[in-house]
């Protein structure tokens, strides 16, 4: 897996979006991250009129109209700020739906269950010992987490760079003769 600069600098431009809809569905920003750097690149993999998919797949989260018809025709799913909190609802509504079925790794099924439905990838689960069995490339949760730690490792990166730079800029002057 190789995350191009541009993309990373795509997630940076776009992680208000992301925040938001981290702190209103319960989901870790780089775990939205990484769904959306699997399913788009950031969007960047996407067609000029953000779809993806041969045109089932909307916006960087790739919000397909086989499955939510009704919901791309009633919102702005090109807002980036739309489009990542509906992205955030479906992969929280999936994680609670393994947790209902008594599930181990919540966390694993509810990411494969975005990708294939959450009652697929709780029958995966159950029925193969992976999640993913019916995901695309049979490896969507695993690639998603693997993802979505570059990510994290990048953002504490960044955090701590602008701790650094912040802490720099507090810092008072030394007197010229001092030097």
Aim: a negative charge; proline letters at 4%.
């Amino acid at each position: 897996m190789m995350i191009s600069e541009a993309e990373y600098q795509r997630a940076l431009d776009l992680l208000p979006a992301f925040q938001v809809a981290s702190k209103e569905y319960r989901v870790p920003v780089h775990i939205l991250m990484g769904i959306a750097s699997r399913e788009s690149r950031m969007g960047l993999a996407l067609d000029n009129e953000g779809k993806g998919d041969f045109g089932h797949g909307h916006s960087l989260m790739q919000i397909d109209d086989r499955s939510h018809g009704k919901w791309l025709r009633e919102n702005d799913w090109r807002d980036p700020f739309v489009a990542i909190g509906y992205g955030a609802k479906v992969l929280r509504d999936s994680i609670n739906y393994a947790r209902l079925k008594g599930v181990t790794d919540e966390a694993a099924c509810g990411i494969a269950g975005y990708n294939c439905g959450p009652a697929r990838a709780v029958r995966g689960l159950l029925d193969y010992g992976d999640p993913d069995h019916y995901t695309t490339g049979k490896d969507y949760s695993r690639d998603v987490l693997t993802r979505a730690k570059w990510y994290l490792e990048r953002l504490e990166n960044e955090a701590e760079k602008e701790r650094h730079i912040e802490g720099l800029r507090r810092m008072e002057p030394l007197p010229p003769e001092s030097l």
